[in-house]
């Protein structure tokens, strides 16, 4: 596509239940990346994938959460039993290299609210 | 290991001054600079980048960053400030032995006041 696509814009969930956020990088590019940005703080990792495999998971803030990639296209971040502390915008980046030569190109990202 | 750090959470400028918001880094290795821009509602987008060569980068809406790896800085920079450049900022350093992965600032917040 012409950008990055994340779905949905919005997602309020209850606690205790599960979510999966999607991401549809932009066609051709090998690298996606997603972020979690909080109220009033910076961009936090929490993993990358080259092509389906995700040689860094480092970020993952607890095993309640984890990512597939399939097709070497669409990503989705999956977070069970969510809790409150997980509510926060979830960013997708894509790109067309490793190394970060080209930066990123983000998606809008998905609002996620826990109540 | 690589870390940013952006000096001031919020700037407020008027408009047609100067911007300027800085942003010091660290890293083992040589660096890859960005810096995002962030409007509301919206997700980051790429106004400029260092990797090799010339050090005084220029980006999109008329900012500029230079480079000075002995100050291990990399600020920001426009001569004249437009009401549309309020907006949230993000320096970010990649590695270039680290797959790419970028770690951010936790960004500025510029105010243009009229």
């Known amino acids: 596509g012409a950008g990055v696509s994340q779905s949905p814009s919005n997602k309020v969930t209850e606690k205790g239940k599960d979510v999966e956020l999607r991401c549809d990088p932009i066609?051709?590019?090998?690298?996606l990346y997603w972020y979690r940005q909080s109220l009033g703080q910076g961009l936090e990792f929490l993993i990358y994938?080259?092509?389906?495999?995700?040689?860094?998971k480092s970020g993952l803030p607890s095993d309640r959460f984890s990512a597939e990639r399939t097709g070497g296209s669409v990503s989705t971040l999956t977070i069970q039993r969510t809790q409150q502390e997980d509510s926060a915008v979830y960013l997708c980046?894509?790109?067309?290299?490793?190394?970060?030569?080209?930066?990123?190109?983000f998606g809008s990202g998905t609002r996620l609210t826990v109540v | 290991a690589q870390s940013v750090t952006q000096l001031g959470s919020h700037v407020s400028v008027s408009e047609g001054a100067l911007v300027l918001l800085r942003c010091n880094y660290s890293s083992s290795v040589p660096p890859y600079l960005f810096w995002y821009v962030q409007y509301p509602n919206q997700g980051l987008q790429l106004l400029l980048k260092y990797t090799t060569g010339a050090t005084l980068v220029k980006g999109i809406n008329g900012f500029e960053a230079e480079f000075k790896k002995s100050e291990t800085s990399f600020h920001l920079t426009k001569p004249s400030a437009h009401m549309s450049d309020a907006a949230e900022y993000f320096c970010?350093?990649?590695?270039?032995?680290?797959?790419?992965?970028?770690?951010f600032g936790d960004g500025t917040t510029l105010t243009v006041k009229p």
């Open positions: 066609s051709g590019h090998t690298a």
């Open positions: 980046a894509s790109s067309s290299s490793t190394g970060g030569y080209y930066g990123y190109t």
């Open positions: 994938f080259q092509g389906n495999s995700a040689p860094d």
């Open positions: 970010a350093v990649s590695g270039t032995t680290n797959a790419g992965k970028s770690t």
